[in-house]
């Protein structure tokens, strides 16, 4: 079971006290516990059209989710489209370098204003349609034959603004434009060890989208839990880990869990550790829709967008400390970005879909959770307690 924060103590450069405390809690293998925390749900939670649209009302249209990387938007200047729920965001950065979130539409007739999900780099954005032409800022700065439009005043027609903070590596977004809500408890840790860890200076190696046929939940719930990696990873990474729980943390409704790799012993605490990633496996669920795993180079971030809730797009991205400049470094991140998309697309997100189909038969009332997946209780509860209403009884 999640563990309630213990006293800090000093923590090594590099990691926030926090996750030196966890760090230490690690024992060695033959000495882990049994896990024996239970839960169940009903299928239901990840089928029903009316639960979807609970979660979608009240989680990714009115808390701060993640909308993309920072680094994915290093410049002045850039703007990107993503799509969450129906609802198409457009992400810039103002010519300050201020991240701004706005709904992709233009205020003439409503056309999409940028279509690319790629990044794209102008002073300007202007809408395909009739040309109306925006700020990175929002501001409508142009409109052809003007004349046509006596009372048009350009300083009403701004791009419709939506809530925007950037921490932790991450731009975050509140879909609904009436509202403007605080970051949820725990935030300010889950960034501190984000940024312990540099997310917000690393670079972007690679972006892959996966457009899976999945519900949301059904994508974060092996990130969750370590059962799994001795059977569906049998024949890929599963031998650089072990059969044993994670040290946990509920950080407000995020997660966090670390655990020692087949390597790992405490022993290699009490000396000078070159690269703890080594050793050591940081998994973060970043609620609601963000997943992050660390590997000794680089950092795996998830960003799921719900597009319906037997649809979610996963936006892949593969951080690393900077660009590869010499043929090493080169060859070892093309690997990697290969090893990740065989790993994580061809056996989790394969899971998930799988375990979608199965489901939609309807002949599965519900789902079990053994103390291998003693996390995955806690997520359901965490996303339970921000429903206002919940039609799947539980
Ligand atoms: S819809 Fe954008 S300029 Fe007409
Ligand atoms: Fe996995």
């Known amino acids: 079971m999640a563990m309630q924060e213990p006293q800090s103590q000093a923590a090594p ?54 909308a993309t990387m920072s680094s994915y938007l290093p410049e002045p200047g850039m703007a990107l489209a993503i799509e969450c729920s129906g609802v198409p965001v457009l992400v810039t950065r103002d010519r300050e370098g201020q991240a701004r979130c706005f709904i992709n539409a233009c205020r003439h007739r409503g056309s999409k204003l ?20 925006y700020g990175m800022n929002g501001d409508l700065i142009g409109v052809p034959r003007q004349e046509t439009f006596p009372s048009l005043k350009k300083c009403d027609l701004g791009l419709v603004a939506l809530s925007t903070h950037e921490s932790g590596g991450y731009i975050w977004v509140c879909l609904d434009p009436e509202k403007s809500p605080s970051m949820v408890e725990g935030s300010a840790q889950i960034c501190a060890d984000l940024e312990a860890f540099g997310l917000h200076k690393m670079h972007v190696y690679g972006r892959r989208r996966y457009d899976l046929k999945a519900n949301w939940k059904l994508v974060v719930e092996p990130f969750l839990e370590p059962y799994h990696i001795q059977r569906l990873h049998a024949n890929s990474i599963a031998k650089m880990f072990v059969d044993a729980p994670n040290v946990i943390r509920m950080l407000g409704p995020h997660q966090r869990q670390c655990s020692g790799k087949a390597n790992f012993d405490p022993a290699i605490l009490q000396g000078n550790i070159d690269n703890l990633h080594k050793y050591i496996t940081h998994a973060y669920l970043v609620f609601p829709n963000t997943v ?35 043929p090493k470094a080169d060859d070892l991140y093309a690997r990697s970005y290969q090893l990740i998309d065989e790993v994580f697309g061809g056996e989790d997100f394969r899971a998930a879909q799988l375990q979608q189909e199965g489901l939609s038969s309807g002949a599965i009332e519900r789902v079990f959770f053994g103390g291998l997946e003693e996390m995955i209780g806690p997520f359901h509860e965490a996303v339970e307690s921000f429903l206002t209403a919940d039609p799947v009884p539980c």
């Open 114 to 133: 940028v279509e690319s999900d790629e990044p794209v780099k102008s002073a300007r954005l202007s809408c395909p349609y009739h040309a109306w032409t």
């Open 292 to 326: 992050v795993v660390t590997s000794p180079y680089y950092i795996s971030v998830m960003v799921l967008l719900p597009t319906a809730t037997d649809r979610t797009v996963v936006d892949y991205y593969m951080m690393v400390k900077s660009a590869p400049d010499n």
């Open 13 to 66: 450069a590099g990691l926030t006290d926090s996750q030196w405390q966890a760090i230490t809690e690690l024992t060695c293998h033959e000495e882990t516990r049994i896990p024996t925390d239970e839960a169940n749900r009903p299928s239901d939670v990840y089928l029903s059209q009316a639960r979807f649209d609970e979660e979608m009302k009240d989680i990714f249209t009115s808390l701060p989710m993640v």
